[in-house]
Structures are given as C-alpha cells and as structure tokens.
C-alpha cells in the first residue's frame, strides 16, 4: 500500500511569477539535477552556450548568480528567460518544484508547500477552518497514529487554542518552557541569520514577560501545519519546536509593524529551511 498526504490547499497554488514580492529567483544558489544538466549541455545554439556560461560545475552543478545574488535568467519583470525561451519543461528539479516539499516514508508520501513563498502562507492563513489533511490510498484504510491525535485535539475549538497545544503536548511527554520575550530573543538571535528584517523583528522582543498565548484559526491553522511538516518521529522536542514556532509569531505580530503572512515568510526562510538552525532550537525544548 502507498498512501499520498498533502494539505488541503495544495492543489491551489500556482506561482505567482512576477507578481512575487520574494522571488525565489534572488538570493538562493539553485542546484542542477544531472538529468537537467544533461539537457543544458545538449542544447544548441546562442541559448545553449548562454545557459553553460551560467553554470558553476563544483562542488555540485549549480547556476552562478548575479552579483545582486539573482539567478541569471531573473529578468527585470520578473519573469524566467529560461520558460519563456525553452519551456517549463527546461527547469531544473528545484526549480520546477520549488516550494513544493516531499517527505517519504515506508508505507506514505506526505507532500506540502514550504512557508518561505508568500503564495503558499497565503493560501495556508486565508482560510476560516482547520487545515485538512487529505488522504490517498489504494482503498486500505491507514493506521492511526500519534499525529492523528494531536489534530484532534488541536481541532476542538471549544476550547482555547493555548489550552489544546498544551494537551497536545502532554501525549508524548512534553511541556513548553516558561520563556519570557528576552529568552526567546537571545535564543533566536543566536541562531544564524540571513535577512536584516528578521533580526530587527527579533530585536523587539525583550522584557521578563511571557510569550502570548496564541489564538484564532490562522494560529491554528499554522499549529497544524508545523506539525503535519515536522513531526513525523513522536518526539517531544519536534512537537515542541512546533508550537514554539506558533507563540514566537503570535509575539512578533504584537510588536512588529509586519503582518503576520510576511512573518510566517521569514521566519520559515530563516528557520524552518535550516537544519542547523531547527537543531539549536529543539536542542533546548523537551
């Protein structure tokens, strides 16, 4: 049996190409799968010997940005010379994928879309219910699990929001720890940055008083997302690490001038896309 996951907002995205204010065309260095570098070296003519000038060979294929860190087939409208010369079909496997994530398991593929793309926090906060889950099969129906659990307890609305994440965390043994807005700051400004706008957002955090207790269906929503993306083990620290992730945005939206989708943006860029970073952040919790 396979089982397909993915959220139901999924199916909805399309990227929004020069309409983007966060392209993911700036500021990351874009790998080449070697099937695609194999099609890059086949092609002829003025956009061939284009595209195998943009290509850096080590330590792993990749295309040589710009010195404003752009992918070199960015253009000033914001649309990819690469599609509009060759197709869709000539992107490399990051790029054609790209926010798309894919987490494989023995008996499941869990699909999603990664917080750092605008469209995809728009999509996961525009709605008025609890994120669903939805669930392909070969008519076998899947086992229950841990996870399962914690969605229902997190979807019972009749109680606040704080309250279910904290009963969420009591099925495997974990607590949230007490941290004031200080500690909170020096843990994440520890942590290794990229965007000038997200340590000014930390840099408001301060004082002995506590993180807020989020509420509301887009708290929610987000509740259940970093779930369903990172705990995939049973374990304390990842759930933790997710409801964690929850109370820092609840307190930056209260401090910050930004709304709260372009928090999400950032912080999933400089947190959830970082190994490193998710490591330090969990090495903490229990």
Known sequence: ???????????????????????????????????????????????????????????????ALTENEDCPF??????????????????????????????????????GLGLCCEEAVRLLL?????????????????EPTVRDEIFA????????????MDRALTLVGAAMPDFTLSQIAELYLGLERLDDEWTKCLGRLGGSAP????????YERLAEY??????????AQTLSFA??????????EKLCPQELSELVRLYSSEIEYSDENVEKVQSVLQ
């Not at 960015?74 to 990051?94: H, M, Y």
């Not at 669930?135 to 129906?141: L, S």
């Not at 970093?226 to 374990?235: G, P, T």
């Not at 409801?243 to 930056?252: E, I």
């Open 126 to 142: 525009e709605r008025d219910t609890p994120l669903k889950l939805i669930i392909e099969t070969d008519g076998q129906v899947p």
């Open 211 to 218: 993180l807020p207790q989020p509420e509301g269906i887009k």
């Open 226 to 235: 970093f779930v369903y993306r990172h705990f995939n083990d049973a374990s």
């Open 74 to 111: 960015l253009q000033p409208d914001g649309l990819c010379r690469l599609i509009l010369t060759l197709g869709e079909e000539s992107l490399c496997d990051i790029c054609a994928e790209h926010p798309r994530f894919y987490n494989e398991y023995p008996d499941r593929i869990e699909a």
């Open 1 to 63: 049996m396979m089982i397909f996951v993915y959220p139901d907002f999924y199916f909805d995205f399309s990227c929004t190409a020069s309409r983007c204010r966060h392209s993911c065309c700036r500021g990351w260095e874009i790998d080449i799968d070697e099937d695609t570098l194999a099609l890059y070296d086949a092609l002829t003519g003025d956009i061939g010997d284009t595209v195998r000038r943009s290509i850096e060979r080590t330590p792993t294929p990749h295309f």
């Open 243 to 252: 409801f964690l992730s929850v109370r820092l945005l609840c307190a930056l």
């Open 153 to 164: 307890v997190l979807a019972g609305q009749s109680t606040p929001l704080s309250e279910r």
